[in-house]
């Protein structure tokens, strides 16, 4: 500890400590360069995005469970957990929590917002997503799913009128088609040139035997394969291939092949293996419909002056401009001077997907992103899938700074006491309703702590467990469910036992601490994740993982020294000898006399 802060500890406190502990209250730290104070954070339930997650940032904001946490849970066994912080804390659920807090029956919560936004944003990208029993299989989307999912086709570009956002008919966001601005309904455009499934442009080149440049030139219609250029081209020489011959084919090469060319064979076996598998001929691969994403998953608005849409309201009309360009001209001019406008279609039709750049200059200033490229992201950390969907900012959770208490076995939990109202705050309502109180009577009583309201949280803190983690949870062990309760100070309190798993100190460290919600996820959290019951290491399975260590050791070998050869001091009673401990009056090894013990 540097003189500066130490002077600055003493400054903010009162008091002088004699080892490098920060006070109990806010923690000093620096992040990014900068002096902050680390202080305490929480919430019930509150703001949420536009996706339906709870909102971050602030003292309100919620926290972020990550893939990690998700492999914890997992490692487990806790799937009641995993479902409650996904489906009930991960996104907004209004219905579920009046009822909650009125002590009505709960309903089952729905599907969540961004998962049905993951899988419609997939299949707008070509990929459809169907799911059997427990098993869900992703495959190319064909004509026969775009016009089962498709209650229209949408003829023009046009979006909404200005001024007071009125959809336009016939357009993006026409009500009879869509549902409107806020619509449900997938629509379709019908291609004027087929186009293959731009997903599986690398299977149909592999298994044709095309370079890129031949399949653009065929697809331009400059170029011909099996006598037809085009969409129709590739289509019909993807039906002509005798699957289960040519499977054999490519078992055969990549059995006596090498190199490159055995290498080829491997990659086209995975495709036709999978087409068959799917009960999908080649040929299907080959698309004359796109599908349009329904309006609230590409929402647009006014803000100020001006409209905000999202990307794939803009790649959507330049897909359908230039497909309605070579139906216009189409007639007008012989069919090859159509072979830029053709080419131009498919990589509409790419950028649309998300697995091509926007074929505009305004598209690639604005960097929009297609169907497939919104759901991966710049990364994979950053994608839907597992930033949004496998990972989720959660209610019910607070955060700390937590401190060591020799005093708790180690499955208790020390919590602030202004966060244990407020975490548990919906579940006192619930059980202050139950008893016969009117909701508003009961939010009173909650809100003034009244002797009837502080009985019932003391009753749900015993049946509720909190979850504590700690970022990143490499491990099991940094995920654990502890028994709490209530604390004066703004810190956790933890027992010494535990910080191994979690490779914690007591120098600012900061947690996470949730709430789970279901009764499910509650007992689950008890039976499975208390640390008595994760006592050995998954390493060998018998070392043991909680056991004293660091200061705990070296107060435990204080306190087993041998008496110090001084003559006893005598107290009147415990209380006496305590205080001329914590005063420096005696030492932790001299022998005393307490008179009436």
């Not at 919430?43 to 469970?65: F, I």
């Not at 026409?174 to 499934?197: R, W």
């Not at 919590?415 to 909701?439: N, S, T």
């Not at 020294?561 to 030492?587: M, T, W």
Request: proline share 6%; net charge positive.
């Amino acid at each position: 500890m540097t003189n500066d802060l130490h002077a600055e500890w003493v400054s903010y406190t009162g008091k002088v400590y004699g080892f490098c502990v920060p006070p109990h209250h806010l923690i000093r730290t620096r992040r990014n360069g900068k002096s902050q104070w680390t202080g305490n954070s929480g919430r019930d339930v509150g703001g949420y995005t536009a996706e339906g997650q709870p909102s971050r940032g602030g003292k309100r904001g919620g926290k972020k469970m990550s893939g990690f946490d998700v492999s914890a849970l997992l490692s487990h066994g806790a799937t009641e957990v995993l479902k409650d912080s996904h489906l009930v804390r991960g996104t907004r659920n209004e219905d579920y929590w009046n009822a909650l807090r009125l002590g009505r029956p709960l309903p089952e919560p729905g599907i969540p917002f961004i998962y049905d936004k993951f899988v419609n944003t997939l299949k707008a990208g070509g990929i459809n997503v169907v799911k059997k029993g427990d098993i869900v299989s992703i495959m190319p989307l064909t004509d026969a799913d775009t016009e089962q999912l498709s209650s229209g086709e949408v003829q023009n570009s046009d979006q909404v009128e200005s001024k007071n956002l009125e959809p336009l008919k016939g357009g993006l966001f026409d009500p009879t088609l869509t549902g409107g601005l806020n619509g449900d309904k997938f629509t379709h455009v019908t291609l004027a040139e087929s186009m293959p499934n731009p997903v599986m442009e690398e299977a149909i080149r592999r298994l044709l035997g095309l370079r890129v440049q031949d399949y653009l030139a065929v697809l331009s219609g400059r170029q011909s394969i099996d006598g037809l250029s085009g969409g129709k081209g590739i289509e019909r020489a993807l039906r002509k291939i005798d699957v289960p011959q040519r499977l054999e084919e490519l078992k055969a090469t990549v059995m006596n092949a090498r190199g490159q060319k055995r290498d080829d064979a491997v990659k086209a076996l995975r495709y036709l293996h999978g087409a068959q598998k799917q009960g999908i001929n080649p040929g299907d691969w080959v698309i004359t419909k796109v599908p349009i994403l329904p309006p609230k998953f590409r929402p647009i608005s006014v803000v100020g002056d001006m409209i905000r849409a999202a990307d794939m309201n803009g790649l959507y009309r330049d897909l359908i401009e230039t497909n309605n360009g070579i139906k216009e001209l189409r007639g007008q001019v012989a069919e090859t001077d159509l072979a830029d406008e053709k080419v131009q279609l498919y990589q509409a039709v790419q950028a649309a997907f998300g697995v091509g750049d926007p074929i505009t200059p305004e598209g690639e200033s604005k960097r929009w992103h297609g169907a497939i490229r919104q759901v991966i992201g710049s990364s994979p950390k950053f994608g839907m899938f597992n930033s949004k969907v496998l990972s989720k900012t959660v209610d019910v959770v607070g955060r700390g700074v937590i401190t060591p208490d020799p005093n708790l076995d180690m499955d208790q939990l020390g919590i602030p006491e202004d966060k244990a109202w407020e975490l548990y705050r919906p579940f006192v309502l619930r059980r202050l309703v139950r008893r016969g109180f009117p909701p508003v009577k009961a939010a009173q009583l909650v809100e003034k702590r009244t002797k009837e309201a502080e009985d019932e949280l003391q009753l749900e803190m015993e049946d509720r467990p909190v979850i504590m983690d700690r970022a990143p949870t490499w491990h099991k062990f940094n995920l654990l469910a502890f028994r709490p309760h209530i604390v004066k100070e703004d810190v956790l309190r933890v027992s010494p036992l535990i910080v191994a798993g979690y490779n914690a100190d007591f120098d600012g460290d900061a947690v996470n601490f949730h709430v789970p919600v279901t009764a499910k996820a509650a007992a689950e959290a008890t039976e499975k994740m208390l640390p008595s019951k994760n006592l050995f290491r998954i390493t060998d399975l018998k070392s043991v993982m909680h056991a004293p260590g660091k200061e705990m050791v070296m107060g435990l070998y204080q306190l087993t020294r041998d008496p110090a050869a001084k003559k006893p001091v005598v107290f009147k009673n415990a209380h006496d000898a305590k205080k001329a401990y914590e005063q420096g009056l005696i030492g932790a090894n001299d022998p005393i006399v307490i008179q009436n013990s």
